[in-house]
């Protein structure tokens, strides 16, 4: 991690993770970073499922490689267009696809891009194939080169569409739509059942943080790939699926929010404690714990960040 990253992100059910980053594995891109947010509008940029056949029904639309969609609201990638199906998991319920990306994508019958597939190629429009109709369970993006710096169509006060995020595991960069990306960050940071005000807080934060990275970050992969974020305790904790209803609800309550310093983005910072990670700074950090205690206490979202990040601007 680069010297000016702080020591961030606490698991609140482990200890602090050591920060050191000795890897090197090589990524892949997903996507490109400018697609459209999904909104169930199969728009130029995304790879859409249709719910029935013929590119009929609801539509579930993507910007990247998915591993695994989940099978569970509020957790699982869902059609989200008008129509049958809304609102359906999309997990072995797809039955066609429209590929309005620039790159071939391949539908497999297994997660984690495993098992019998189907390729579609820039454009196409097309039905699954007997052994993937309604057995469809991760998809990936295929070829093409990751860019070699990072680009964003953010700004200190126009938010990224979206970010591109290291998945160690899977040893690739994705990029992520951007409210995706905070949906499926705050729950593996702040405990779904902690009182709303803390919730709040803490999806601001996590906003501003992938939001800062997104307009500072210059790090590349060993083979010169960009990307914004790490997937895991270096930056924040995101897990595909992971999002819950009451932390969609604080992200969507907050979206419209930000935190400035001196008229530029804040790179809200957080920990477990105020002694958790060892480099606590007042001022620049909040406590996870210490948001919790106080939303307890009725303290409001404002009041809660205002008590942690000093010389802040709330908009």
């Given at each position: 991690?680069?010297?000016?990253?702080?020591?961030?992100?606490?698991?609140?059910?482990?200890?602090?993770?050591?920060?050191?980053?000795?890897?090197?594995?090589?990524?892949?891109?997903?996507?490109?970073?400018?697609?459209?947010?999904?909104?169930?509008?199969?728009?130029?940029?995304e790879?859409?499922?249709?719910?029935?056949?013929?590119?009929?029904?609801?539509?579930?639309?993507?910007?990247?490689?998915?591993?695994?969609?989940?099978?569970?609201?509020?957790?699982?990638?869902?059609?989200?267009?008008?129509g049958?199906?809304?609102?359906?998991?999309?997990?072995?319920?797809?039955?066609?696809?429209?590929?309005?990306?620039?790159?071939?994508?391949?539908?497999?019958?297994?997660?984690?891009?495993?098992?019998?597939?189907q390729?579609?190629?820039?454009?196409?429009?097309?039905?699954?194939?007997?052994?993937?109709?309604?057995?469809?369970?991760?998809?990936?993006?295929?070829?093409?080169?990751?860019?070699?710096?990072?680009?964003?169509?953010?700004?200190?006060?126009?938010?990224?569409?979206?970010?591109?995020?290291?998945?160690?595991?899977?040893?690739?960069?994705?990029?992520?739509?951007?409210?995706?990306?905070?949906?499926?960050?705050?729950?593996?940071?702040?405990?779904?059942?902690?009182?709303?005000?803390?919730?709040?807080?803490?999806?601001?934060?996590?906003?501003?943080?992938?939001?800062?990275?997104?307009?500072?970050?210059?790090?590349?992969?060993?083979?010169?790939?960009?990307?914004?974020?790490?997937?895991?305790t270096?930056?924040q904790?995101?897990?595909?699926?992971?999002?819950?209803?009451?932390?969609?609800?604080?992200?969507?309550?907050?979206?419209?929010?930000?935190?400035?310093?001196?008229?530029?983005?804040?790179?809200?910072?957080y920990?477990?404690?105020?002694?958790?990670?060892?480099?606590?700074?007042?001022?620049?950090?909040?406590?996870?714990?210490?948001?919790?205690?106080?939303?307890?206490?009725?303290?409001?979202?404002?009041?809660?960040?205002?008590?942690?990040?000093?010389?802040?601007?709330?908009?």
């Amino acid at each position: 991690m680069h010297s000016r990253t702080a020591r961030l992100i606490s698991r609140l059910t482990t200890a602090v993770a050591a920060v050191a980053l000795g890897g090197s594995v090589l990524a892949i891109t997903a996507t490109p970073a400018s697609a459209a947010e999904r909104d169930g509008v199969c728009q130029s940029g995304e790879f859409c499922y249709y719910f029935n056949s013929n590119n009929k029904g609801s539509v579930s639309d993507f910007t990247g490689s998915v591993a695994d969609y989940a099978t569970k609201q509020p957790s699982c990638y869902d059609f989200k267009g008008p129509g049958n199906g809304k609102g359906k998991c999309i997990k072995n319920s797809a039955a066609s696809v429209w590929n309005r990306s620039g790159k071939t994508v391949r539908v497999y019958f297994n997660s984690r891009f495993a098992g019998t597939h189907q390729d579609f190629r820039p454009g196409a429009k097309g039905n699954l194939i007997p052994a993937l109709k309604n057995q469809n369970a991760s998809h990936q993006f295929m070829g093409g080169t990751a860019p070699t710096r990072c680009k964003t169509d953010g700004s200190h006060s126009r938010l990224p569409t979206s970010i591109l995020v290291y998945r160690k595991s899977l040893g690739r960069v994705e990029s992520v739509a951007f409210k995706d990306y905070v949906r499926n960050v705050l729950p593996n940071e702040w405990r779904s059942q902690w009182p709303r005000e803390s919730l709040r807080a803490g999806a601001i934060a996590v906003k501003n943080y992938g939001w800062y990275w997104a307009l500072h970050s210059t790090r590349k992969t060993p083979d010169g790939k960009c990307f914004d974020v790490y997937d895991h305790t270096s930056s924040q904790v995101y897990r595909p699926g992971s999002a819950t209803a009451a932390t969609n609800a604080a992200v969507n309550a907050t979206w419209g929010t930000r935190l400035t310093r001196n008229g530029k983005v804040f790179q809200a910072q957080y920990c477990q404690s105020s002694t958790a990670c060892g480099m606590w700074r007042d001022g620049d950090w909040m406590s996870q714990n210490g948001s919790r205690d106080k939303a307890n206490k009725g303290w409001s979202h404002t009041r809660i960040l205002k008590a942690y990040y000093t010389r802040i601007a709330i908009h």
